[in-house]
């Protein structure tokens, strides 16, 4: 299991590794207990319908009603489960941006979900930490302003065009196109 929670961890820049690990942990606990208790109830209920035990017939309202607090448990954890996915899902969308900030529109495009879920989603996973390097900005147009670390694949620089002097802003190592001119730019030739 440790193995499988480190690929989880390791997947992106952009994700909080801690976070991510402690999510990941909470999911496991809470599919582990609930799932056992689950079964452990169920196997209880059901048996206790058949009539096989007099004791277990006698205590089918009980079982029951101890049965739901766990499938509420293993259900959370499937939630956090989906919730890493959707953090490692917005970590790729980040990565491949080009010039550094993420619209609403472009997260929507790249999703195919409605804005308000999109926004929702975001709000929740920088409420918890989820993305570093990294800020959801609500103000104006929403859009997420991907800073990234110096020297890393995440970093960004300020391009000057040679033809026109105007600055674009480029992921570090990649090419593009000058926001006034449209002539194509480079991040490689600049020197860190």
Do not use: H
């Amino acid at each position: 299991m440790k193995d499988v929670a480190k690929n989880i961890v390791t997947t992106g820049t952009y994700i909080s590794k801690t976070a991510i690990k402690r999510l990941f942990l909470k999911k496991n606990i809470q599919m582990i207990i609930g799932g056992f208790w689950t079964v452990f109830f169920l196997y209880a209920i059901i048996e206790g319908l058949l009539g096989n035990n007099e004791i277990l017939r006698n205590s089918v309202l009980t079982s029951t009603i101890l049965c739901v607090p766990f499938v509420l448990m293993f259900l959370a954890g499937i939630r956090n489960g989906k919730k890493i996915g959707v953090a490692r899902r917005y970590n790729s969308i980040f990565m491949c941006d080009s010039d550094g900030t993420v619209t609403l529109d472009e997260l929507v495009r790249q999703t195919g979900k409605e804005p308000f879920k999109v926004l929702s989603e975001l709000e929740w996973l920088f409420r918890k930490g989820m993305f570093c390097d990294c800020t959801l900005q609500k103000g104006g147009i929403p859009c997420v302003i991907l800073a990234g670390k110096e020297g890393s694949k995440s970093s960004f620089v300020t391009v000057v065009c040679e033809k026109c002097n105007g600055t674009t802003r480029l992921r570090a190592g990649t090419y593009g196109k000058c926001e006034y001119c449209g002539s194509a730019i480079s991040s490689r030739k600049i020197n860190q």
